[in-house]
């Protein structure tokens, strides 16, 4: 017999399930919002101890808990791939919602929305990935493209990849985005070099940069918004 109280055996207000129906699911704290994914306890755990202990090791932050693996997540005693997988694919779900709230916006006016359409993808990652958003004449998404991956501090772009990409998805813009796993919002002199390069080449292919962001765990930059993107002569 477990050596805890199990959630069936608490009253009412204690059990999530029964909380979230009565009162909402706003009511509900991080660790009781993870103990109904995770559903079932441990011979020594309630579901809800085993939510805790997750949070615990993710320093209470669901930003960090994002970033975890399957294999992360099974270290903990108690948690199998089974419940693994239910909490990943939960944190997914949550990131691609925000994804298509940016979608719904349709027109992209502002760093902030290129950003909530882009950063579920990116954010989490643990090594360094090159993204463009594809936009028409009129500004709106249609769609995005993984152009490179590499390591913890640094991925390969090739500039003709990018924009064979955007000629043959018909854009007319794009914006560069990548992360930085270091969570330094600083662009390096070797982003500032590839921004250069992408806008020169997007001038004479007349296929607009409009920004390049840095995504971190919970933040970016923009080139735009701090006047950083190059300025091409045309003369």
């Known amino acids: 017999m477990p050596n805890y109280v199990t959630l069936k055996n608490r009253s009412r207000d204690e059990r999530p399930r029964e909380k979230l129906i009565q009162h909402g699911k706003h009511t509900l704290s991080n660790a009781e919002l993870l103990g ?6 441990s011979k020594e755990r309630s579901a809800i101890d085993l939510a805790r202990d997750i949070l615990k090791e993710a320093q209470n932050n669901l930003n960090n ?27 997914e779900i949550g990131g691609r919602r925000n994804a298509e709230d940016a979608i719904q916006l ?62 043959e998805l018909g854009a007319s813009a794009i914006i560069a985005c990548h992360n930085h796993p270091s969570g330094s919002l600083s662009p390096s002199e070797s982003d500032n070099k590839l921004t250069r390069k992408l806008v020169t080449a ?34």
């Open 65 to 91: 808990l994002a970033r975890f693996s399957v294999s992360d997540l099974c270290k903990i005693p108690g948690i199998g791939p089974a419940k693994a997988i239910t909490i990943l694919s939960a944190i």
């Open 202 to 235: 997007g001038n004479l292919l007349d296929i607009n940069v409009l920004d390049h962001l840095i995504v971190t765990t919970n933040d970016y930059f923009s080139y735009a918004d701090y006047d950083k993107l190059p300025r091409i002569d045309t003369e």
């Open 106 to 167: 349709k027109k992209v006016t502002s760093s902030v929305q290129a950003y909530r359409y882009i950063a579920h993808k990116l954010s989490d990652k643990r090594h360094e990935e090159f993204w463009i958003i594809l936009l028409n004449r009129a500004n709106q998404i249609i769609g995005d493209v993984r152009v490179s991956q590499g390591g913890i501090s640094y991925t390969a772009v090739d500039p003709k990849m990018v924009f064979k990409h955007a000629i």
């Open 36 to 41: 109904i994914l995770i559903s079932t306890g």
